[in-house]
């Protein structure tokens, strides 16, 4: 089939309604002259000669419907395929992979041939492969979505993530400029406002300006083109995100488990202490009334016994047996508790106790992050002042981390850094900053300062604490020999 035959074909296969799935946008002829029809003798036609100037002509040209849809589908994207197609695997990137000794893009036509040639046989221009890139688009158009809103189903979406840009945008925020193509009733390009972002369904609601009006409406963020640099997101840190995310309910499930049985220990461990004090109270009110009764104590063979004496030996029985029953029972809670408690001990130590490269680390990434995201970070083309703002903003969160019960690692890894930064400066520089650290160093003094009296004011009151007796605890005997019993 003919190249033009096969043109034709799929000219005749669009649809005849003039909506987004049409193929070929055409472009209206510019005529000079402007046409008008006579009021007249009838419905003829007769040109008239110009009296625009050729400014005037173009715009009233650009004006039209026809010619506002041609510029909105051949020269504006919207927001969200821009970052899809940016990310394409184009004749550039084929290249660059392939052959990277070439650094020229003027190549003559045999060279072009040569490289399409090791590219394999091209498809066939057909509207089956026509109708495969459109459903290709609207696939990553959905996975972009998900990624804006933290939803991103890996299972059924894990191979689209390598056709996806490095930088995802994010949702536009409230009062942000765009543009889009209104029927009202005819084709107009409209300037607007974001109102709000409905997440459902990936639209939002844009305020237009329409003959002087200001009208809402509800348009897909596939047809919103953005007038200002949109807000993105690294796709690392998104999937980050979302492995957390994914994470977190297994997490909480294994912590719920862990809560429940702590709870139930706690609980459990309630009850049985407040039944073993009613239990020591009973027996403490029991001596007493003997003592108060001047009862004498029994004779070693006597055989019988008064009824107020066997019922005090009763109750005295069924108190001791209560005892038992419930230091044995009480065992299992206090081992639960006993172990969570140890846990967050040893937690808390260990992050009092960061490593000092672990330290480093983590204020060194937090700095990195802060560069990236930083607008004006491409303005920086030196390394050495990279290397200088990374440092200063790593020493900006190691200060930070003082005051924590940790001062003497922190003030180890800020001297290690302050000496490594003072190594890569300049000898005219190396003064100066040596001059303002030292101004630092009366604050860091009074920090450590204010921090070690904290701690040593809580060592006083927890010594405190552990000397003064438990009135509960001496109510709770363990055997026979805790309880004095006159009978």
């Not at 009208?215 to 596939?222: G, L």
């Not at 919103?224 to 949109?230: A, E, I, R």
């Not at 488990?257 to 709870?263: N, S, T």
């Not at 001990?345 to 000092?356: N, T």
Request: include cysteine; glycine fraction near 2%.
């Amino acid at each position: 089939m003919s190249k033009a035959n096969e043109s034709q074909r799929l000219l005749r296969s669009q649809t005849a309604d003039k909506d987004d799935g049409e193929l070929f946008i055409k472009l209206p002829k510019f005529s000079k002259r402007l046409r008008t029809k006579t009021s007249t003798e009838g419905v003829q036609e007769a040109d008239i000669e110009p009296t625009f100037t050729v400014s005037q002509r173009l715009y009233k040209y650009l004006k039209q419907p026809n010619c506002q849809r041609w510029i909105w589908c051949e020269f504006i994207e919207s927001f969200i395929d821009k970052a899809i197609l940016s990310s394409s695997y184009d004749m550039n990137s084929y290249v660059q992979s392939f052959f990277p000794q070439v650094e020229t893009r003027h190549l003559p036509r045999r060279a072009w041939q040569m490289i399409r040639r090791n590219m394999g046989k091209a498809r066939r221009f057909s509207t089956a492969f026509i109708a495969r890139e459109r459903i290709e688009m609207e696939r990553c158009r959905n996975v972009v979505r998900q990624l804006q809103q933290r939803k991103f189903n890996a299972e059924q979406d894990a191979q689209s993530l390598e056709l996806m840009p490095k930088f995802i945008p994010m949702p536009l925020s409230v009062d942000c400029k765009v543009v889009s193509l209104l029927n009202i009733p005819t084709q107009v390009l409209c300037k607007g406002r974001v109102v709000s972002f409905e997440p459902e369904d990936s639209s939002y609601q844009v305020k237009f300006n329409v003959a002087g009006k200001h009208t809402v409406m509800k348009v897909p963020d596939c047809q919103l083109h953005v007038l200002q640099d949109c807000k993105t997101l690294s796709l690392d840190s998104i999937m980050q995100g979302v492995d957390e995310k994914q994470e977190v309910p297994s997490q909480l499930s294994d912590d719920g488990e862990e809560l429940k049985a702590l709870f139930d220990s706690l609980l459990q461990l309630q009850k049985l202490v407040a039944l073993k004090r009613k239990t020591v109270q009973d027996m403490a009110s029991m001596n007493e009334e003997v003592e108060a009764s001047g009862m004498p104590a029994p004779a070693r063979r006597e055989t019988k016994q008064t009824p107020l004496r066997e019922k005090l030996q009763r109750r005295y029985a069924a108190n001791m047996i209560t005892l038992h029953r419930v230091n044995a029972d009480i065992l299992e809670p206090l081992r639960v508790a006993h172990h969570h408690l140890s846990e967050y001990e040893k937690e808390a130590m260990q992050s009092k106790c960061v490593p000092r490269n672990k330290l480093y680390e983590k204020c060194r990434t937090l700095a990195e992050m802060d560069m990236k995201a930083a607008p004006c970070q491409s303005n920086v083309q030196v390394e050495a002042t990279r290397e200088l703002i990374l440092g200063l903003q790593t020493l900006l969160y190691l200060c930070g981390e003082l005051g924590h019960g940790n001062n003497v690692e922190v003030d180890a890894v800020i001297d290690d850094c302050v000496n490594q930064m003072l190594m890569g400066l300049p000898s005219q520089l190396t003064t100066e900053f040596r001059q303002v650290i030292d101004m630092l160093q009366p604050l860091r003094e009074h920090i450590q300062a204010v921090t070690k009296a904290e701690s040593e004011h809580n060592q006083q009151m927890y010594q405190m604490h552990q000397q003064t007796p438990d009135i509960a605890s001496n109510l709770l005997p363990n055997d026979e020999s805790d309880i004095e019993m006159g009978l």
